[in-house]
Structure formats: structure tokens, C-alpha cells
């Protein structure tokens, strides 16, 4: 059974396109994440929702914006697709102390042409 | 505020070398610290965590030691393997519920 799931794997697009990544977990936490990692392996915290409240957003262009439906599921959907947005995009889990573990989905490439 | 400092790689090694992996850690209060390990086109797995000064934690060989005094968590692996070969990051959860800081990440590269 998979714990944090993505969807697409892999996604191609031209510039100024609007699109969608989906994510779900089965594990019962309360929180979720996105991340976001560059070409050089480097990851970023972009978004942090607790039971649906989002709670931490760092500094993320507006053209980012997530919506949490229920507690297991946190989507990021992506206005006006831009070069730099090219990265994977990591969705993960997690229990609410700082000792729980982080789960990561399987990554979503996206590349902007 | 938080960050953690790990070794630029990449680093290659020949198998059953002794591997280590430096990290270093700023951070107030009193942080977990992780070992989370990437191998290609996949996404990350845990590979071992400490929550507390002096814990040692361990798994498929990897250990390592939250040391306060240093503000250290060094990866240490006694024999590398080929299917080791993989980026492993550094990370500390600070407090509660909160997200990781992540180092920039160590690409070991094993070769037979």
C-alpha cells in the first residue's frame, strides 16, 4: 500500500499554462507538505498545512496555490507556468513532534518549455 | 534561523571502503536530527533518525551520533556497497509541527 502518493510522475508544459499536482496519504497524519527541489538536489519548504489550515508558507510566488480538501489530500496548483518553475515537487506527511518521520511521495518532474 | 551544513560531493569510493558523510547543524532549542537518503529517480526514504543529545541512530549499516556539544550528525557506514551509491541529505525537524531544513545533499557514488 502506498503511504504518500503523487500524481502525474511526470509533467511537460509550455509557459503561461496552468496545471495541477495531486497528493493523497493513508497514513492518518495531520500534516502535509510541499517541496520543492531544484536541479542541484536543494529542497525547499514551500507550504505546510495542518488539518486542512494552511501554516506555513514561505515566500512562495502567488502563482502557487494549494488547497487542502480533507486532511489526507493537499494539491498544488501552479498559474501562469514560468521556466523556473521547473523542479521536482516533492508532497510528504508527517506526525505532529518533532522526532515523527517524514513520508515523501515519489516526486512529480516538472519541466516548463 | 535553523540550517544544517553537510559535505559538498560527490564523493566516489570503491566498495567495502569506510564511508563518512559530515553534517552540522544551527538551530535553537533542541532539534531531531535525520539521515534521509535519494536514490535515482526516486523520492526520499528515511534512512535514520536521533531525537535527543548523544542517541545514536542506525539502520542497513549507516549509524549515526547526535552530538550537542559539536552541533554534529556525521553518517558513518563501515563497508559501502554498489547499491549504496545514492544522495543522502542531512536534516533537523526543529520543534513540533514543523518542516524539515534540509542540508544541500551528498552524492556517494560506489564503484565495484
Known amino acids: 500500500d502506498t503511504a504518500v502518493s503523487q500524481t502525474p510522475k511526470y509533467l511537460v508544459t509550455q509557459m503561461g499554462n496552468d496545471k495541477s499536482i495531486k497528493c493523497e496519504q493513508n497514513?492518518?497524519?495531520?500534516?502535509m507538505y510541499w517541496y520543492k527541489q531544484d536541479s542541484k538536489k536543494f529542497l525547499k519548504i514551500m507550504f505546510s498545512?495542518?488539518?486542512?489550515?494552511?501554516?506555513i508558507n514561505e515566500t512562495v510566488p502567488n502563482r502557487f496555490s494549494p488547497k487542502s480538501p480533507d486532511k489526507a489530500h493537499l494539491n498544488l496548483h501552479i498559474n501562469s507556468l514560468e521556466l523556473g518553475d521547473s523542479a521536482v515537487y516533492f508532497c510528504?506527511?508527517?506526525?505532529?513532534?518533532?522526532?515523527?518521520?517524514?513520508?515523501f511521495g515519489p516526486g512529480t518532474r516538472l519541466t516548463v518549455l | 534561523g535553523d540550517s544544517v551544513t553537510q559535505m559538498e560531493g560527490p564523493v566516489t569510493l570503491s566498495e567495502e571502503a569506510f564511508l563518512t558523510i559530515n553534517c552540522t547543524y544551527t538551530a535553537t532549542g533542541y532539534p531531531s536530527l535525520f539521515w534521509y537518503v535519494q536514490y535515482p529517480g526516486e523520492g526520499l526514504q528515511l534512512l535514520l533518525k536521533?531525537?535527543?543529545?548523544?542517541d545514536k541512530g542506525s539502520n542497513k549499516g549507516f549509524e549515526a551520533t547526535y552530538r550537542k556539544e559539536t552541533t554534529s550528525f556525521h553518517l558513518e557506514k563501515g563497508s559501502v556497497q554498489v547499491s549504496d551509491s545514492a544522495v543522502y541529505f542531512c536534516a533537523l525537524r526543529p520543534s513540533g509541527n514543523t518542516p524539515l531544513v534540509f542540508g544541500k545533499g551528498t552524492r556517494l557514488s560506489v564503484i565495484a
Open positions: 510528504a506527511s508527517s506526525g505532529q513532534y518533532s522526532y515523527n518521520e517524514q513520508f
Open positions: 498545512y495542518n488539518n486542512k489550515e494552511l501554516i
Open positions: 536521533a531525537t535527543k543529545a548523544d
Open positions: 497514513l492518518g497524519h495531520d500534516t
